[in-house]
């Protein structure tokens, strides 16, 4: 029976060629549908992480800001400033705290070689590189500690600013002149994928160390304290005691909303990816669901051959086929259906997958297309694509060939 068991399928599949090929059709189309649509789905959520790193993945951000309640006496409307020592007075009261920098920024003229351009100029110190992804091009380096300890008139560029002063060429060991100050440019920040930003990309700012930033500019409070704790599960706690020790240090409740505020990226990260990984599985459902359909058409194609052959099985069965071979003969139709139209979905998904990605990402000006035009033909995607297949294949063909297997052989042949 093993030898009959092909010629079986063979001989049935080929009386019904023309009618399993919409079925076929169907199946090609609901596998384009799942694996494009898981593709590009894990691939929204893979650029969402690469670009929320860009910026800073574990960053928790603290400015100052204005009492708004009333405290110990004191009128609400007090403007709540932070100070370079407030740095130190946070690192050694907050043990949670892995990495703590202060920065300041102005917007200043920056020119060299006759150039000159309008660009926020930071003041920072080396950490500064860890917690915001300040990753140098081959043959630069950002800050470091001696840079800031003796004041070094050197600066680090993003790779915008380091095109439009010197264009095509190397940027590094070259002086530019801000504030009427020369600075020598020590590196320039690799492109990368940024989405979020305050004063604009990375790729436009320009760093300096902070003590060398202090010469120049007359401002005496920092802008914003930078914060990376030890474990991101840390991130509310930290937020927590900081301002209950700046509420402690200013005199303001630190149950006061605008007395500081916060901008904590490791809580944006989580809801970010929540929605994205939400998006991910709605297209998936969408594309099983697809494919679904592609399986009600195999099954009720498998269901009118079971009727059409009644009086085929019954022969069969009385000359002595046994039920297992009639299950089989049903189950390898299926699953021969099944994989001649989705063999193609699959090769066609696999393929475009890997066209789309051959398309250059904008790092000048990353949009919805950043997002779209990465898609992630994973081995998760594939691992998800094989069992959904698997169990409707199963499915489509085991209860036609239950069916048809248990039929009475008398019966069957006096079926007209």
């Known amino acids: 029976m093993n030898t009959t068991l092909p010629r079986f399928f063979w001989n049935e599949y080929r009386k019904r060629r023309k009618r399993t090929s919409l079925i076929t059709f169907a199946l090609f189309w609901g596998t384009l549908s799942i694996l494009l649509l898981m593709a590009f789905g894990q691939g929204?959520?893979?650029?969402?992480?690469?670009?929320?790193?860009?910026?800073?993945?574990?960053?928790?951000?603290?400015?100052?800001?204005?009492?708004?309640?009333?405290?110990?006496?004191?009128?609400?409307?007090?403007?709540?400033?932070?100070?370079?020592?407030?740095?130190?007075?946070?690192?050694?009261?907050?043990?949670?705290?892995?990495?703590?920098?202060?920065?300041?920024?102005?917007?200043?003229?920056?020119?060299?070689?006759?150039?000159?351009?309008?660009?926020?100029?930071?003041?920072?110190t080396s950490d500064f590189a860890f917690l915001r992804t300040q990753v140098p091009q081959l043959g630069g380096r950002f800050l470091d500690a001696d840079d800031d300890r003796l004041g070094r008139k050197v600066a680090f560029i993003g790779w915008k600013v380091a095109n439009d002063l010197f264009g095509s060429?190397?940027?590094?060991?070259?002086?530019?002149?801000?504030?009427?100050?020369?600075?020598?440019?020590?590196?320039?920040?690799?492109?990368?994928?940024?989405?979020?930003?305050?004063?604009?990309?990375?790729?436009?700012?320009?760093?300096?160390?902070?003590?060398?930033?202090?010469?120049?500019?007359?401002?005496?409070?920092?802008?914003?304290?930078?914060?990376?704790?030890?474990?991101?599960?840390?991130?509310?706690?930290?937020?927590?005691?900081?301002?209950?020790?700046?509420?402690?240090?200013?005199?303001?409740?630190?149950?006061?909303?605008?007395?500081?505020?916060?901008?904590?990226?490791?809580?944006?990260?989580?809801?970010?990816?929540?929605?994205?990984?939400?998006?991910?599985?709605?297209?998936?459902?969408?594309?099983?669901?697809?494919?679904?359909?592609?399986?009600?058409?195999?099954?009720?194609?498998?269901?009118?051959?079971?009727?059409?052959?009644?009086?085929?099985?019954?022969?069969?069965?009385?000359?002595?086929?046994?039920?297992?071979?009639?299950?089989?003969?049903f189950l390898l139709e299926t699953l021969f259906v099944f994989t001649k139209g989705t063999f193609w979905g699959f090769v066609l998904s696999f393929n475009i997958v890997h066209l789309v990605r051959l398309a250059p990402i904008n790092y000048d000006s990353f949009g919805i297309e950043g997002y779209l035009l990465r898609p992630v033909f994973s081995l998760r995607t594939f691992i998800v694509y094989m069992t959904v297949l698997g169990c409707l294949c199963f499915l489509s063909g085991i209860f036609p060939a239950l069916r048809a297997s248990r039929a009475n052989p008398i019966e069957s042949l006096r079926y007209e």
């Not at 100070?83 to 200043?108: A, T």
């Not at 305050?198 to 300096?208: E, F, K, R, S, T």
């Not at 930033?213 to 840390?234: K, T, V, Y």
């Open 169 to 329: 060429q190397d940027a590094v060991g070259r002086t530019i002149v801000i504030n009427r100050v020369p600075f020598t440019v020590i590196g320039v920040l690799q492109k990368k994928i940024q989405d979020s930003m305050y004063n604009g990309p990375d790729a436009d700012q320009v760093y300096l160390p902070f003590r060398t930033f202090g010469q120049i500019d007359n401002q005496r409070f920092l802008d914003q304290i930078h914060m990376q704790p030890r474990e991101a599960s840390q991130s509310t706690l930290i937020e927590e005691r900081v301002k209950a020790l700046l509420g402690r240090k200013y005199r303001f409740d630190p149950k006061d909303r605008y007395a500081t505020t916060f901008w904590n990226t490791i809580e944006d990260f989580k809801q970010g990816q929540a929605i994205f990984k939400g998006i991910e599985i709605f297209l998936g459902v969408m594309g099983a669901l697809t494919l679904l359909i592609g399986a009600v058409g195999v099954t009720n194609l498998m269901y009118a051959a079971a009727k059409e052959r009644t009086k085929e099985i019954g022969i069969k069965l009385a000359i002595g086929a046994r039920r297992r071979t009639i299950i089989g003969q």
């Open 44 to 124: 929204m959520s893979t650029q969402a992480r690469v670009s929320f790193s860009g910026f800073g993945q574990t960053l928790i951000m603290v400015y100052g800001g204005q009492t708004s309640l009333p405290f110990e006496g004191l009128p609400k409307g007090r403007p709540i400033r932070l100070y370079p020592e407030d740095v130190d007075y946070l690192r050694e009261r907050v043990p949670e705290i892995l990495r703590i920098v202060p920065e300041s920024y102005n917007s200043w003229a920056v020119s060299a070689g006759g150039k000159e351009i309008n660009r926020t100029v930071h003041g920072t």
